[in-house]
């Protein structure tokens, strides 16, 4: 079947629909745990001021307004942050990356998760991020690399094969909006060439079954972008058929890559202590 998938620039998953929350739920699932054990290796505690974009359903940010709890602060934003509740400590703010502004020398800790490559300006959201961060501070962005995600068990080879034309549409369907599949590869070096230092990466691959929460955000994924993909030249036979082969006990499948990248902005003649402790001071 040919496809009619236009160009639609903009983030494919749609965050105000009937399937946001089940979306927000199947990626806390997946990757939350993950998420939670890579910042709290930057030491994010009591008084930090944090920033996340794209808080999407604000899992991350209440983990983070937990740790900075009671004198820090979390700002939490998306272009529809309805799903995401305020709590002490934690301010939910309509946001878009792209063009509205930041305020610039701010935040010990900035968090971007699957949000950059999604976005064709992903290289000038990133400089942003990089100047919103306080001296010191941390940038952690999380991305995937989707060109390796392999069918390893399938009941037979059509199957296999279906399951690949699930990925591939899905991935024509995000580069249609302007997004980059394999931006987790790069994002190392993006965030070295912006200027952050201690660049630290950490790539993680899970095996998708039908009871994993990486499958059942695959399997959401037919009903989420159900009339991209049908655009993109997939058939209701084929998604019906799709979610059988995710659903058989027997399925195993390889992730795609998932990137955790991060950095830190350099000190400036320990501008971070002083500006710390005028803070704790002020308290």
Sequence with gaps: MPSRLAEDPGYVFDNDSVHSREQHRCLADA??????????ETGVTNGWRCLEIGSGGGSVARWLADRVAPDGEVIATDLKPHHIQPRPGLTAVRHDAVT??????AFDLVVARLVLQHIPERLAVLDKLVRSLAPGGWLQIEEFDTSYEPPLLAPDE??????????????????A????????????AALRAAGLVDVDVQPRIELRTADSPG???????????????????????????????MRDPSFRAAS????????????????????????DGDR
């Design 158 to 175: 059509e199957s296999a094969r279906l399951y690949e034309t699930f990925l591939a549409t899905k991935r024509a369907v995000m580069r």
């Design 215 to 245: 499958l059942r955000l695959q399997l959401h994924h037919t009903h989420h972008l159900r009339d991209k993909l049908l655009a993109a030249g997939m058939t209701e036979a084929q998604l019906a058929r799709v979610r059988e082969v």
């Design 100 to 105: 509205d502004p930041l305020p610039e020398a």
């Design 177 to 188: 909006g302007g997004g980059d599949p394999e931006w987790g590869r790069r994002a190392p």
């Design 256 to 279: 795609s890559v998932m990137y955790s990248v991060r950095g830190r902005r350099p000190p400036v003649d320990g501008a971070t202590a002083a500006r710390r402790a005028s803070r």
């Design 31 to 40: 990757y939350d745990a993950a998420t939670f054990a890579r910042l709290a």
